[in-house]
C-alpha cells in the first residue's frame, strides 16, 4: 500500500522559517507532479506549489518568492522551505503526488494526513 506521510509543521513567529516534508512509502516504481497544499480554517484547500518529475517548479503567487519547493527522488520525498512566514500562512499543509507508479498498480492522486503550520503574530 503507497502512503504520503507529511513532517515538520509547528508554531513559529511571523518572519521566521520552517520546512516540511512528505516522503512517499511502499514499492514505488516512480512518481510524477509532486506538490504542496494547504487548508486555513474555515477555508478551501489551495494550491501552494509543484513541481514535476524533472525538477519544474510553480508557485502561486502567495508562495512566490518566500517558499521553496524541492523534491528527493531516491528517497520518495518532496520538501517545502518556508521563509518570511505570515500569520495567513496558518493553515494544514497537505502533500499530493500523481501519479505513483508500482509495479502492480498506478495510483492517482494520493493525499497526505496533512501537518499543522501556525505562525503567530
Known amino acids: 500500500q503507497v502512503q504520503l506521510v507529511e513532517s515538520g509543521g509547528g508554531l513559529v513567529q511571523a518572519g521566521e522559517s520552517l520546512s516540511v516534508s512528505c516522503v512517499a512509502s511502499g514499492n514505488i516504481f516512480s512518481i510524477g507532479v509532486m506538490g504542496w497544499y494547504r487548508q486555513a480554517p474555515g477555508k478551501q484547500r489551495e494550491l501552494v506549489a509543484t513541481?514535476?518529475?524533472?525538477?519544474?517548479?510553480e508557485y502561486t503567487d502567495a508562495a512566490k518568492g518566500r517558499f521553496t519547493i524541492s523534491r528527493e527522488d531516491a528517497k520518495k520525498a518532496v520538501y517545502l522551505q518556508m521563509n518570511s512566514l505570515k500569520p495567513e500562512d496558518t493553515a494544514v499543509y497537505y502533500c499530493?503526488?500523481?501519479?505513483?507508479?508500482?509495479?502492480?498498480?498506478?495510483?492517482?492522486?494520493?493525499w497526505g494526513q496533512g501537518t499543522l503550520v501556525t505562525v503567530s503574530s
Open positions: 499530493y503526488a500523481d501519479p505513483v507508479i508500482t509495479p502492480r498498480y498506478r495510483y492517482r492522486e494520493l
Open positions: 513541481i514535476t518529475s524533472s525538477n519544474s517548479a
